[in-house]
Nanobody, 113 residues
Framework: VQLQASGGGLVQPGGSLRLSCAASVNIGTIDVLGWYRQAPGKQRELVAQITRGGNTYYLESVKGRFTISVDNAKNTVYLQMNSLKPEDTAVYYC????????WGQGTQVTVSS
């Protein structure tokens, strides 16, 4: 499984970004899709994930602001990020779990005025 992430950038506080992660396989065969982030000097943390059955999980600090979704026709998982805060600044990684885990390359998100 190969994952190609995109959509990061520089945004002002309160702004929005949508991250995309395209999978090289039928996304319906992937058990769990997730977005992680890693800020400088911090450990990588799970931000949001969605199971093949549609169950979702969100990090407490992003609940109500971020939404994870899947487009099966495009084999793509998205992370819609609204009301961004400086503390959301990090490199964001998509992850897929299908028998084993697979990582996409990171995409930088910087929230700053």
């Amino acid at each position: 499984v190969q994952l190609q992430a995109s959509g990061g950038g520089l945004v002002q506080p309160g702004g929005s970004l949508r991250l995309s992660c395209a999978a090289s396989v039928n996304i319906g065969t992937i058990d769990v899709l997730g977005w992680y982030r890693q800020a400088p000097g911090k450990q990588r943390e799970l931000v949001a994930q969605i199971t093949r059955g549609g169950n979702t999980y969100y990090l407490e600090s992003v609940k109500g602001r971020f939404t994870i979704s899947v487009d099966n026709a495009k084999n793509t998982v998205y992370l819609q990020m609204n009301s961004l805060k400086p503390e959301d600044t990090a490199v964001y990684y998509c992850h897929a779990l299908r028998i084993r885990g697979y990582w996409g390359q990171g995409t930088q998100v910087t929230v700053s005025s």
